[in-house]
């Protein structure tokens, strides 16, 4: 059973996580912010929460940092494996974010989320050909609009 104390910050997860999905980002972070407050040990809620508002709001530096918060309090969780990949690679810092997505994409082979996000690390950080190996087996099936243009792309380069 839940204490009263407990169902309060749920309620508050809840409210703050309704405000970050209608954009009304100060309440969100502050909602999150008292859940952590109140909760410092469930930390992979509030902070992968705090996350995505902080890069909806172009405060990567922020976001970065407690996504790695959050990817330490769980470490196979793949949703901040992959939002921690994206603010990485809306900086275009293939190097920082290929790690995170080839994790995502070793546990999920058939994710094409993540072999697409892997393969543009890979085809823009200065290995085409590996990107090719990933990008083909695709082109096989139904490929989708990106993964055809990752796959010219990766051709382009790879001469």
Do not use: W
């Amino acid at each position: 059973m839940q204490s009263a104390a407990g169902t309060q910050t749920q309620q508050v997860f809840e409210h703050a996580s309704e405000a970050l999905q209608r954009g009304d980002y100060s309440a969100a972070e502050s909602g999150f912010r008292k859940v952590l407050q109140s909760e410092p040990g469930n930390l992979q809620r509030p902070l992968g929460n705090l996350g995505v508002l902080y890069s909806r709001t172009n405060r990567d530096a922020h976001a970065i940092d407690v996504y790695q918060q959050a990817l330490h309090a769980a470490p196979q969780d793949g949703g901040i494996l992959l939002n921690l990949g994206r603010v990485y690679l809306k900086q275009d810092d293939y190097a920082r974010a290929l790690p995170y997505f080839r994790r995502l994409h070793a546990r999920d082979p058939g994710n094409l989320q993540a072999t697409n996000r892997l393969a543009t690390c890979l085809v823009y950080g200065g290995q085409p050909a590996a990107a090719l190996h990933l990008l083909k087996p695709l082109a096989d099936k139904k490929p989708d609009p990106a993964t055809l243009y990752l796959l010219g792309v990766a051709y382009s380069r790879t001469g």
